[in-house]
């Protein structure tokens, strides 16, 4: 089936300081990505739907200027986490749909640790 | 707004044991559902999902779920549970119309051998 893959999975870094997270669809091409951030026993919020060639659509709530979200070809997205702060530890989630709009293929998450 | 509504925070159950997970959705127009699994460690995998035709679906290892438009629930199950099994499950919802999933809170299943 399709792959999403996401890097890094893991990531440690010092309050203030910006975070890049890729997400890439390995196999076929996606014009429309999504990132998800899950807290601790909690489920999967939608932050945003990454748009290629165009800006990302942002859902209510969320800071387009802390979440930066580039969608810079049709087999990568990048969310970068800009002068995060310890509330901004969680676990991100991209997925891409599948051709046809049907099911969504995620990638395995990357943990983000603020400190 | 469209919400998605899982009834049970965290199941625990015996092997052998029958399951079912509650889900409902408040969203008028057609929809497609979805469940998705989370092992621990692991990222989401899907389950099962429907779309149209049968509202009876049947996904991978021995779960099915029933979409009642009725009720706007779509409930899953599996008549007998595995310690393997032991995982978060998520419902999902996505309306025609736009390409995002909205998830319910998730159910942790607990499974003692």
């Known amino acids: 089936g399709a792959v999403v893959s996401q890097h890094p999975s893991w990531v440690i870094c010092k309050s203030g300081t910006s975070v890049k997270i890729e997400c890439r669809s390995l196999?076929?091409?996606?014009?429309?990505m999504f990132w998800y951030r899950q807290f601790p026993k909690q489920s999967l919020m939608l932050m945003a739907t990454s748009n290629e060639g165009s800006k990302a659509t942002y859902e209510q709530g969320v800071e387009k200027d802390k979440f930066l979200i580039n969608h810079a070809s049709l087999t990568l997205s990048t969310l970068t986490v800009t002068s995060a702060h310890p509330e901004d530890s969680s676990f991100y989630i991209c997925?891409?749909?599948?051709?046809?709009?049907?099911?969504?293929?995620f990638g395995q998450g990357t943990r983000l640790t603020v400190v | 707004a469209q919400s998605v509504s899982q009834h049970n925070h965290h199941v625990i159950l015996s092997e052998a044991a029958s399951l079912e997970l509650g889900c409902n959705y408040s969203?008028?127009?057609?929809?497609?559902l979805f469940w998705y699994v989370q092992y621990p460690g692991q990222h989401l995998q899907l389950l099962l999902k429907?779309?149209?035709?049968?509202?009876l679906v049947k996904g991978i290892k021995g779960f099915e779920a029933e979409f009642i438009k009725s009720k706007f629930s779509f409930n899953l199950r599996k008549p007998s549970v595995q310690w393997s099994d032991t995982a978060e499950y998520f419902c999902a919802v996505k309306h025609n119309q736009g390409g995002k999933l909205i998830f319910g809170q998730g159910t942790e299943l607990s499974v003692k051998p």
């Open positions: 969203y008028g127009g057609t929809v497609n």
């Open positions: 196999d076929f091409q996606a014009t429309t």
């Open positions: 429907y779309f149209s035709g049968d509202p």
């Open positions: 997925s891409a749909p599948a051709s046809g709009g049907g099911e969504a293929f």
